[in-house]
T-cell receptor, first 112, second 112 residues
């Protein structure tokens, strides 16, 4: 089945850039997503990229997709303390289920 | 801007009790789904529905039932609660194939 893997933890200083990495196995993935989860809250969709793209930029967020290596990254520029959260990478099955397969999440800690 | 609304936000049950977790969306989305989130893991799909009157099993369906009598509502039923069902439950909805899924704020369920 599909598998999505992420590193568990990332610590950066306020103002630095953060790069959160993700690898996936399903070569038929059509969309890949990044969600943010703050403590005690639900999942907030940050951005997503279609598999025929290799980059998408949205304000401080840059998503890079290397389809050959099945590697996805999320770069947050000028990281702020409010960016501290868990970030989930997810891919969607190219089947009727349209189920999201999530990584286990990367906890981003931003130090002042 | 209600989006996806889940009730209750918190619930404590005793083993063997039954209950229904409610999920409603006001965006006229065809696709709805239920996930559970356990510590250190991403979200896993329990059941999903591609439209009113149609439901199907996800990755971890055992112990749960769903129904979809209307487009707006997608309740999740625990027939006989077990401690292994202690988790945070998220409902999500989307419109159209591969469109981003929007999540509710979750229901935190503890089974004693």
């Amino acid at each position: 089945g599909e598998d999505v893997e992420q590193s568990l933890f990332l610590s950066v200083r306020e103002g630095d850039s953060s790069v959160i990495n993700c690898t996936y196995t399903d070569s038929s993935s059509t969309y890949l997503y990044w969600y943010k989860q703050e403590p005690g809250a639900g999942l907030q969709l940050l951005t997503y990229i279609f598999s025929n793209m290799d980059m998408k930029q949205d304000q401080r967020l840059t998503v890079l997709l290397n389809k050959k290596d099945k590697h996805l990254s999320l770069r947050i520029a000028d990281t702020q303390t409010g960016d501290s959260a868990i970030y989930f990478c997810a891919e969607i099955e190219d089947t009727g289920r349209r189920a999201l397969t999530f990584g286990s999440g990367t906890r981003l800690q931003v130090q002042p | 801007n209600a989006g996806v609304t889940q009730t209750p936000k918190f619930q404590v049950l005793k083993t063997g009790q039954s209950m229904t977790l409610q999920c409603a969306q006001d965006m006229n989305h065809e696709y709805m789904s239920w996930y559970r989130q356990d510590p250190g893991m991403g979200l896993r799909l329990i059941h999903y529905s591609v439209g009113a009157g149609i439901t199907d099993q996800g990755e971890v369906p055992n112990g749960y039932n769903v129904s979809r009598s209307t487009t707006e509502d997608f309740p999740l039923r625990l027939l006989s609660a077990a401690p292994s069902q202690t988790s945070v439950y998220f409902c999500a909805s989307s419109q159209g194939s591969h469109q981003p899924q929007h999540f509710g704020d979750g229901t935190r369920l503890s089974i004693l």
